[in-house]
Every structure is written in structure tokens, then in C-alpha cells.
């Protein structure tokens, strides 16, 4: 299991080339991140599993957003017609199911597997985006991305399908490359002259992907080395305080470019405002007629479609993935990291619904779950 846990998360950008019939990247990884879950779930009938875990934090979020999907399916039927929370709900439950299989068959061994196939996995995108960048990638062509990216000429989106989603990627991937070893170093150093330059929408630098990087990295040198952390922090503040008076404005406005989200915030919070314990429905901000089919914060998301009670369960997960007692190591570091990435990400954009980048956090807050376990295990026998 740990073998195909680690090659399934490995491929799963590439998948675009197994399905090659169906005309969109995120569907494609979609089909096949379900697939691949159904084997896995299929196997762990068969293949006895390691341990079990307790996670009451995340059953409060099962029931709660099983609850909502239910008064809102009964409403339609009552209605002659059905919820398109439905589907949705399918997603998220492939998702838990997926939670379930690392946290009862991965131990300490088969963790370190999976990040290194995801590392080899991540090299690979790097790669690829950088012919991407110069022209040398035309086999994508043959590929149909979403109609709303093909004026986005020579943009370095790798297998993600957008610089925006691409940029936060590449800082959540940044974990995988610690340590002191000279292909490790350079490869960090690469990740971040692609996300300062390179992984751009229009003329608007990803400040998203700059920030997810700046959180795995602050967080990173945190556990290494609190005083050294906190001397480069003052260090770096007081430049940036002194840049400031040089620094173009307009380069300030590109940094902080919003496209639109306070607008959106705005206009949806006044619209989650008669229904915060209900909410609208899983699916109701993708049904709307906007330009955005998410708001760019997942967090205010779960509130706005499965109301108060989910968003509360969504934070006790949070909390409870952070008061997991498990021994800092390398290997915990990355994890942690590539999870607060996550996290950071979630803020403005909407990465728990892209399945490669969901599936890698849901990894990473498994793993930890599953160490845990492992310790309390290993202290007993």
C-alpha cells in the first residue's frame, strides 16, 4: 500500500496523459484521483491495516457537513428535484476515504517514500514548466486546458493548469527540498527565482505563491533555529522598511493585486448573512453567475455553503492537527510546513478544490495522525 500510495500522489499531475480523451486538465486528474481511491479502498478490505486512529475533530466535520448535504437534498426532493450539494459531497468523502487509507497504512517508512516521490514528482513539473516558459513544451498543445487560459501565452502553469495555482504549488513544495545538501539548496533556489519572476498572471506577480513559500520557510527556520529566525526577521523588516521609500508604487500595487476578491468577499458575505447556520448548499457559489466559481478563501467558503457549525468543525481540525503530540524530526518538519502552505493557500485561492494539491494535504495531515499513532504503538510494546 505504501508503494501505490506514493506512486498514485506521484502521477497524479500527470494523468492528463492517461485519459487523453477528455478535454480538460483538472477533470482528467479528477477521474483518476477517484480511480485510484476506489482501488486503494477496494485493497483495504483485503489487506489487514496497521492501526486505527481516533479523530474526533474531523468526525464533528463528517457529521456536519453530511447533515447540511441532507437537509438540503431533502428540500429538493420535496421540491420534485435534488441538491447539487450531492456531488460534491461525493468529492469530499473520496477525500476522507483517502485520509483513512494513509492514516491506517502508512508508518514512519512509507511517509518518507511518499515525500520522495513526491519530490521526484515535483522536479519533474519544475522541468517541465520551464520548457513551458520558452516555447520547447508544444506536446501540451494537444491538450484542451480550459478555454479561459489559452490567452495565457508561454505562462508557466506546469501540470496545475494556472501561474496562480502553479505559484502556490512550488511554496508548498519548497519543504520537500530542506536540508543542507547542495541539490536541495539550489533547488530552493530555483523555486524561488520562479515564483519572484517567472509564475505570473498577465503582468501581475503571484503574491500568493510568494507568500505560501515566505510561511513554509518562516515556519521552517522557526523550529530550526528560533533565535536566528527572529534576528532575520528584524534584519529583514528593517530593509523592507528602508526599500519602501524606493520601491515604485505601482510595483506595491502589483504585490498586493487583488483581482477582484474584496469585491467578492463583500458581496457574499452580505448573502451568507440570512443563512450562516445552514448555509447555501455545497456547490451554490459554482452555480452562481459570477466570474468566480469560488470565493478565493476556503475557510469563508465552508461557511458560506455549509454554514457556522462546518466552518467551526473545519477550525477544530486545524487546531487538533497542531496539538498532535509527535517527534519533531526532518521528516515531521516537511510535513507540518507543506500542511501550513496549505493553510496559507487557503486564504486566497482555493486549493482544496484542485485534487493535486488537496490530496497532497490531506497526506501531509494524515502522516501526522498516523506517527502519532506509530509512537504511542512503538512506547507500548
Request: net charge positive.
Amino acid at each position: 500500500m505504501n508503494y501505490l500510495i506514493a506512486l498514485f500522489l506521484a502521477v497524479i499531475p500527470y494523468s492528463v496523459f492517461i485519459f487523453r480523451e477528455i478535454n480538460n486538465l483538472w477533470q482528467v486528474q479528477g477521474y483518476f484521483v477517484q480511480f485510484c481511491i476506489l482501488i486503494l479502498f477496494s485493497l483495504s478490505y483485503i489487506k489487514k491495516p496497521l492501526r486505527y486512529v481516533n479523530n474526533k475533530a474531523l468526525g464533528f466535520l463528517i457529521l456536519a457537513i453530511g447533515l447540511n448535504v441532507l437537509y438540503f437534498q431533502a428540500i429538493a426532493l420535496s421540491q420534485s428535484g435534488y441538491s447539487n450539494s450531492v456531488f460534491s459531497f461525493f468529492n469530499f468523502i473520496c477525500i476522507v476515504i483517502f485520509y483513512n487509507i494513509c492514516v491506517q497504512y502508512l508508518n514512519k517508512e512509507g511517509i518518507e517514500r511518499v515525500l520522495r516521490f513526491l519530490k521526484y514528482s515535483a522536479f519533474v513539473m519544475i522541468a517541465f514548466s520551464i520548457f513551458q516558459k520558452f516555447g520547447f513544451a508544444q506536446f501540451i498543445k494537444q491538450i484542451d486546458l480550459p478555454a479561459s487560459h489559452h490567452a495565457i501565452d508561454n505562462a508557466m502553469t506546469g501540470f496545475i493548469g494556472h501561474p496562480t495555482h502553479y505559484a502556490g504549488y512550488l511554496g508548498m513544495m519548497i519543504p520537500l527540498f530542506f536540508g543542507r545538501k547542495r541539490e536541495n539548496i539550489l533547488a530552493v533556489i530555483l523555486i524561488w527565482i520562479l515564483l519572484l519572476f517567472y509564475t505570473n498572471y498577465s503582468t501581475e506577480v503571484s503574491s500568493t505563491g510568494i507568500l505560501v513559500g515566505l510561511g513554509v520557510c518562516s515556519y521552517y527556520f522557526y523550529q530550526i533555529n528560533k533565535r536566528l529566525f527572529f534576528t532575520v526577521l528584524a534584519l529583514l523588516l528593517i530593509v523592507g522598511v528602508v526599500l519602501y521609500q524606493f520601491i515604485p508604487k505601482e510595483l506595491i500595487g502589483k504585490l498586493i493585486y487583488s483581482t477582484g476578491r474584496v469585491e467578492i468577499w463583500s458581496s457574499y458575505f452580505e448573502i451568507s448573512k440570512g443563512s450562516w447556520i445552514t448555509g447555501r448548499g455545497l456547490g451554490f457559489v459554482r452555480l452562481q453567475k459570477e466570474y468566480f466559481k469560488h470565493l478565493h478563501n476556503e475557510f469563508f467558503q465552508i461557511y458560506l455553503e455549509a454554514g457556522i457549525g462546518a466552518l467551526l468543525a473545519t477550525l477544530y481540525c486545524v487546531i487538533e492537527f497542531f496539538r498532535v503530540k509527535v517527534k519533531t524530526d526532518k521528516t515531521v518538519l516537511q510535513l507540518k510546513a507543506i500542511f501550513i502552505g496549505f493553510l496559507i493557500y487557503s486564504l486566497f485561492v482555493y486549493p482544496a478544490h484542485l485534487w493535486v494539491i488537496s490530496t497532497i494535504a490531506i497526506f501531509c495531515y494524515a502522516s501526522i495522525y498516523a506517527l502519532h499513532k506509530e509512537e504511542i504503538d512503538y512506547a507500548h510494546t
